[in-house]
């Protein structure tokens, strides 16, 4: 069990520590589908206006995106945080994390979660 980190009168962490909760993981999970979707919708659009994507398929190409964002954040948040509470290392792991799940979740569906 991790120790919250310690704050001295008049300051704040520079990042709130996310414990691997279940509800902490949900919060981070709708977090990096929110982030993930909206980068792939203006990619989505741009595609669209391109003449290069259909409508149709372009929602369904940015909801398996932000699926897939939302999952990959929630892992690498569960596997930075049995590691750190904050700091370089925690956002190293997660980036880590965060591509490596991302990575295999485009490659098993074969999508184009990356455009």
Aim: aromatic letters at 4%.
């Amino acid at each position: 069990m991790s120790q919250p980190p310690v704050v001295w009168p008049g300051t704040a962490p520079i990042a709130p520590a996310i414990s691997s909760d279940c509800g902490s993981l949900v919060r981070l999970a709708t977090l990096g589908a929110v982030i993930g979707g909206s980068l792939a919708a203006a990619r989505q659009v741009d595609r669209i206006q391109a003449g290069e994507q259909l409508p149709n398929l372009a929602l369904v190409e940015t909801g398996k995106s932000a699926v897939a964002a939302g999952v990959a954040t929630a892992a690498a948040g569960a596997v930075a945080s049995t590691v750190a509470d904050q700091g370089a290392l925690r956002l190293g792991l997660m980036f880590l994390a965060g591509s490596a799940v991302f990575y295999g979740l485009r490659q098993w569906t074969d999508g184009d979660m990356h455009d």
